[in-house]
């Protein structure tokens, strides 16, 4: 089965760096993603990972750690507008009877303080 | 316009209604999804197909039944609704062929079931 785990809520102040972190359990993972969804509006992709180590991609960096089952989403230079939700989701490897369908955690929603 | 479309966007509906929510898709993708969202419970899988032959139940697919009529669209029936099948429901598609837990939702579907 599949387990993800990440904080509901966090906050943040504005131009600082926050790391939100998620640890998921899995029968078998082919990678790891990130969304950002803003209030009332439909998610989006962030970031993707499937190898060990640091994805980066402007203001944001994903880490993802295999064998400890850890990933963590990296916002620096923190604007008001990434106030959103960040949902980590998991990929099941192929066969694994969950083949195709991405796993959601609960989402962690971060605001941003002036 | 958008890739993909959901109708509608907001309905109110009585307990004992059957309801259907249609979703589009002009991006060419092989996969879509049906998930709900409620608050504290992120997102839920309901069904999945990944070609109009092949639709798939998801982790709470009881009292939702879907159709796949073409690969452009797939639409999520409620045949008798309850009022706890209030909640935004998101349609998204993915491509297969590349990575398939790219997800691209459509904007949302707000349904109460009073």
């Known amino acids: 089965g599949q387990n993800i785990d990440q904080p509901t809520e966090m906050t943040a102040t504005e131009g600082a760096i926050v790391q939100i972190n998620c640890t998921y359990q899995?029968?078998?993972?082919?990678?790891l993603f990130w969304y950002q969804q803003h209030a009332g509006e439909a998610p989006t992709f962030l970031s993707y990972?499937?190898?060990?180590g640091l994805e980066e991609k402007g203001r944001f960096s994903s880490f993802l750690s295999r064998s400890k089952g850890y990933s963590y989403l990296l916002l620096k230079e923190l604007q008001m507008k990434d106030s959103a939700s960040y949902l980590c989701?998991?990929?099941?490897?192929?066969?694994?009877?969950?083949?195709?369908?991405?796993?959601f955690g609960q989402g962690t929603t971060l605001q941003v303080k002036p | 316009d958008a890739d993909v479309t959901q109708t509608p966007r907001n309905r109110i509906t009585k307990t004992g209604k059957r309801i259907m929510l249609e979703c589009s898709q002009t991006?060419?993708?092989?996969?879509m999804y049906w998930y709900r969202q409620d608050p504290g419970l992120g997102l839920r899988l309901i069904y999945y197909?990944?070609?109009?032959?092949?639709?798939n139940k998801g982790e709470i697919s009881d009292g939702y039944s879907v159709s796949r009529q073409a690969q452009a669209k797939f639409s999520l029936s409620l045949e008798s609704a309850i009022p706890n099948q209030t909640a935004l429901y998101f349609c998204?598609?993915?491509?297969?062929?590349?990575?398939?837990?790219?997800?691209?939702f459509g904007e949302g579907s707000r349904l109460t079931v009073l």
């Open positions: 998204a598609t993915s491509d297969g062929r590349r990575r398939g837990g790219e997800l691209f």
């Open positions: 899995t029968s078998g993972f082919n990678g």
């Open positions: 990972n499937v190898l060990d």
């Open positions: 989701a998991v990929y099941p490897l192929a066969g694994s009877g969950n083949t195709g369908k991405l796993i």
């Open positions: 991006k060419g993708h092989d996969r």
């Open positions: 197909s990944f070609d109009v032959k092949d639709i």
